[in-house]
Nanobody, 114 residues
């Protein structure tokens, strides 16, 4: 089993910044992918950014140049630095871990006001 605990969501004005954190614990495989998805009301859950244990990153086109994903393996934590936030970034952000199987966090709300 793997547990994920997210933090760092909140309310911010357009143009502002937030940093999300996700602490991963449990039976963590050395080879894995961790990252973030988001889901707005009535919409599907979409990729935001993921990072592999080798450091390879993948971003959604809509966040490239504004968001940065990173991981601290010593702390088993993945971060999402979000800059130049837009109202359309408003969503529940979910942390995910993929090893042998996938796990999800409980989600954290990010609201960007115009």
């Amino acid at each position: 089993q793997v547990q994920l605990v997210e933090s760092g969501g909140g309310l911010v004005q357009a143009g502002g910044s937030l940093r999300l954190s996700c602490a991963v614990s449990g039976s963590i495989r050395s080879i894995n992918v961790v990252g973030w998805y988001r889901q707005a009301p009535g919409k599907q859950r979409d990729l935001v950014a993921v990072i592999s244990s080798a450091g390879t990153t993948t971003y959604a086109e809509s966040v490239k140049g504004r968001f940065t994903i990173s991981r601290d393996n010593a702390k088993s934590t993945v971060y999402l630095q979000m800059n130049s936030l837009k109202p359309e970034d408003t969503s529940v952000y979910y942390c995910t871990y993929r090893g042998v199987r996938s796990y999800w966090g409980q989600g954290t709300q990010v609201t960007v006001s115009s």
